[in-house]
Structure formats: structure tokens, C-alpha cells
């Protein structure tokens, strides 16, 4: 009763940090259930992505009633990560990444997520550093940097579940720089819904999945995503990130060590 609870508790916080900012989910879940709970870092990712799937289909129902998802942008993102997401698994049953190399698995968890607290932390930063040279891209030029982008992603969150957030929402600040905060949110949450379905099957397929624990995952974050989602435009989100980079830094360099 406990661990169910425990779960459900993970769930509802994670779920409320992805509605107001679009960061949290894999990089806090994926670690969570790992070091907290003990479960095998394959079974830990795929699980990962299927709560998150549902997760954030639930945040973009809401950020699309209230029009806060640039479509066009999603599917960009989409043409990259998809074919991307596809060639990792195949190579992950291939290779027996899953099962027989856990190991790497932990790695490159760990090194997405130190990587994933830079850019949370230094998100102005980078985007500043980016914004001369790429505020005057052309249209077509930009679209096909959104593909690159989407493929990156596609890779990253199909071994490790982490990086459609911080990773996502901070590439679209540099390329869509005059595009609202929420809009990007939204957009990012969006495309991390196909991304994250698609990866999460392809584990399940794997037999990385265990479904009682989506579940009991699901029971608490599909409320807090609805209620991040909701809050994500009037609440100040500065100190969160802060407090969320530190959180990923130390488990990030926990996994790798």
C-alpha cells in the first residue's frame, strides 16, 4: 500500500511540474523509480514513456483548448523524431541494449540528465548566446533545423525517456524566439505526446513495460498535469528551475558514477 501510494504521490508532483513547465517528467520520473523505488532502468524507461504518453496528452488537451500549440511547429518536430525513434528501437532489440547492457542504459540516463540540468539552468543563456545567428534564419532554413532538432530528441528520449522537455523547450525558444512562453510549452508537450507513444510501444514490445506501475502513475499525474497546465501562465516558474536543475545534476552524476 506504501509503494502504491508512492507511486501515485511521484506521479501527482511530476505530473504538476510538466503542466507549468514542460520539464520533469522522464529527467525526475525515470531517475525516481530507478534510485527510490529499484526498478531495472529498461523497465524504468519504457514504463516511463507510456505514463508520459498519457501524461501529456492530457496536458496538450488542455493547452489546446486554450490554443497554446503552434501545430505547424509539432510536426516538424514530429518528421525528425519519429523515423528517428523507430531506428532506436530497432537497433536496442538488436544490439539486446535493453536487458543486456542495463549499464548503458544508466549512462546514458545519467549523462542526458546532467546535459538536461545545464539547459534548464542556463536556458537564457544559451537561448541569448544562439539569438543573433539564428534570429535571421529563413523559414525553410528554420523548419529544417526543427526537423534536426525533432530527430535529436527522437534518439534521446527513446533510450533514456528524458529530453523532450528542458532540451525540447529550450530549442524552440532559440528558433521561434518570437513565439509566447505558453505557446511553447504547449508545442513542446504536444510533440512529446507521439514521441513518447511511440517510443513507449516500441518498449513494450521490447517487454520493458509494466503496466501496474503506468497505472498507479497515472492515478496521481493526470490531475497535477491538468493543474500545472492551468497554472503555467500565472505562476513564476524561475525558482522551480533552479531547485529542479540542482535535483537532476546530483542524480545525473548519482547514475553515471
Not at 23 to 46: D, Q, R
Not at 91 to 120: E, M, R
Amino acid at each position: 500500500m506504501f509503494i502504491s501510494f508512492a507511486h501515485i504521490l511521484s506521479g501527482f508532483f511530476v505530473g504538476l511540474l510538466v503542466g507549468v513547465t514542460g520539464v520533469g517528467g522522464g529527467s525526475l520520473m525515470t531517475p525516481l523509480l530507478i534510485l527510490f523505488f529499484g526498478i531495472h532502468s529498461s523497465t524504468a524507461v519504457g514504463s516511463d514513456l507510456l505514463y508520459a504518453a498519457t501524461t501529456k496528452a492530457v496536458g496538450t488537451s488542455v493547452h489546446g483548448w486554450r490554443g497554446s500549440v503552434d501545430w505547424r511547429i509539432v510536426g516538424r518536430l514530429m518528421t525528425g523524431s519519429v523515423p528517428l525513434t523507430l531506428i532506436t528501437i530497432i537497433l536496442c532489440s538488436l544490439l539486446g541494449v535493453a536487458h543486456q547492457k542495463s549499464h548503458f542504459l544508466n549512462d546514458a540516463l545519467g549523462i542526458v540528465l546532467v546535459i538536461t540540468a545545464c539547459f534548464v539552468i542556463f536556458q537564457a543563456q544559451v537561448t541569448r548566446i544562439f539569438a543573433g545567428s539564428l534570429g535571421e534564419l529563413g523559414e525553410r532554413q528554420r523548419a529544417l533545423l526543427t526537423v534536426f532538432v525533432g530527430a535529436i530528441l527522437g534518439i534521446m528520449v527513446t533510450l533514456t525517456s528524458v529530453g523532450a522537455g528542458a532540451i525540447g523547450v529550450t530549442a524552440l525558444i532559440v528558433l521561434y524566439p518570437k513565439l509566447s512562453p505558453t505557446r511553447i510549452v504547449g508545442s513542446d508537450i504536444a510533440h512529446a505526446v507521439p514521441l513518447t507513444l511511440l517510443a513507449g510501444i516500441g518498449h513494450w514490445w521490447l517487454g520493458d513495460v509494466n503496466f501496474s506501475l503506468v497505472g498507479a502513475l497515472l492515478i496521481g499525474s493526470i490531475p497535477g498535469v491538468i493543474l500545472g497546465s492551468l497554472w503555467s501562465t500565472r505562476m513564476p516558474d524561475r525558482a522551480l528551475r533552479v531547485a529542479m536543475a540542482a535535483v537532476l545534476l546530483v542524480v545525473g552524476v548519482r547514475l553515471v558514477a
